[in-house]
């Protein structure tokens, strides 16, 4: 907390400058610091040595984050991102990159989430792209998509109020709106 390097971090530093945030999280007994720099995803260990080498280079787009899912069980565990067309890349920890195609492609500064907008127990992709909101089921079925009068500059806003209503905020800036759309994609 006084910005002291923790004896024994090892890292050496990343290829390119670090563009997502660094998140640690910990699965089972092990911990876990992941970040990417655009073209490389880093999983390394407290230490900064890299604890899950994948031999693929993931050209991600520049605004979403890490999202990790299933964290209490190791075997299903994964991180999820997306490319700079909207590709869905799920990497597990024991070093397997999925790609998963939906039906639209998207601009290389969309914005991605990954959380449960429907309230049925399993997360959704939620993609900003523009003016144009949509969120997938991990089925790849479109739950919904909503259209905004401008494009959107900020990454939307994910509420839970309580099991069944989930909303994501939206803001317009040039309107100088706020949205607040329901899991069915209703304002």
Known sequence: KDGT????????GSEYPVMHPVKHFRIGTKDYIVFGDGRNTYILNRRGDVRVPLDKII????????QVEDKNVPEKSR??????????????FDGRIVESILDSKFRSDHFFD?????AVGQRDYIFLDGNVLSVYRQDKS????????NSIDHEPIYFRFSYSDRKL????????SIYLINNNGSV
């Open 59 to 66: 050209i991600s787009s520049p605004n979403n984050n890490y």
């Open 142 to 149: 479109k739950i919904f998509s909503y259209e905004f009068r």
């Open 79 to 92: 991180i999820v991102i997306t490319d700079t067309i909207g590709k869905i890349i799920s990497i597990y």
């Open 114 to 118: 990954f959380k449960d907008v429907d």
């Open 5 to 12: 390097i923790i004896n024994g971090w090892q890292f050496e």
């Open 169 to 176: 905020g939206i803001t317009d800036k040039k309107e100088g």
